[in-house]
């Protein structure tokens, strides 16, 4: 009985701290309202229009770890309800709102990607975002590695 009561406090204290911690507010990009996923193209394009624009960019984090998650998570719901799927191009943070655009730019080889924040991770303090495979590879200097630096920007409008 008494374990249970500190694992509650515990919990409902977690719950304050992350519910009114400061989060940078941000608009998020256009994203599309479609149930299917964007094919590479559609994505591809997307990231263009971004680039071209860079003064709509707020730097977050740099020089913090990203990883990837297992494939063990597919098709499972994320914190937002939004079902994970591993070929997407999404993320979890754990203060980020949902929904926020985020650019992570692996820090050895200047590759970027956007993805867009739907969950809630990573769960060790090591790891500052967790990155879908599809995404993760893209931005990978070597295919065989589980984590590397990245830089942290927040996509918004003008």
Not at 1 to 5: A, F, L
Not at 61 to 71: E, I, R
């Given at each position: 009985?008494?374990?249970?009561?500190i694992i509650f406090?515990?919990?409902?204290?977690?719950?304050?701290?992350?519910?009114?911690?400061?989060?940078?507010?941000?608009?998020?990009?256009?994203?599309?309202?479609?149930?299917?996923?964007?094919?590479?193209?559609?994505?591809?394009?997307?990231?263009?229009?971004?680039?071209?624009?860079?003064?709509?960019?707020?730097?977050?984090?740099?020089?913090?770890?990203?990883?990837?998650?297992?494939?063990?998570?597919?098709?499972?719901?994320?914190?937002?309800?939004?079902?994970?799927?591993?070929?997407?191009?999404?993320?979890?943070?754990?203060?980020?709102?949902?929904?926020?655009?985020?650019?992570?730019?692996?820090?050895?080889?200047?590759?970027?990607?956007?993805?867009?924040?739907?969950?809630?991770?990573?769960?060790?303090?090591?790891?500052?975002?967790?990155?879908?495979?599809?995404?993760?590879?893209?931005?990978?200097?070597?295919?065989?590695?589980?984590?590397?630096?990245?830089?942290?920007?927040?996509?918004?409008?003008?």
């Open positions: 009985m008494r374990n249970s009561i406090s515990t919990a409902v204290l977690l719950f304050i701290l992350t519910a009114f911690t400061a989060v940078p507010e941000t608009v998020p990009a256009k994203v599309s309202t479609t149930a299917k996923s964007p094919d590479t193209t559609e994505v591809a394009s997307a990231c263009e229009e971004v680039k071209e624009t860079s003064d709509n960019l707020t730097l977050y984090k740099t020089s913090v770890l990203a990883t990837y998650y297992a494939n063990k998570f597919n098709g499972r719901k994320t914190t937002s309800g939004e079902r994970f799927h591993n070929s997407k191009y999404t993320a979890a943070h754990m203060r980020l709102p949902f929904g926020t655009m985020v650019r992570v730019t692996n820090e050895s080889n200047g590759k970027s990607v956007d993805v867009k924040v739907n969950d809630r991770g990573p769960y060790s303090k090591k790891y500052e975002i967790d990155l879908t495979r599809q995404a993760f590879m893209e931005i990978a200097s070597k295919k065989g590695s589980g984590s590397f630096k990245v830089k942290i920007e927040i996509i918004g409008k003008k």
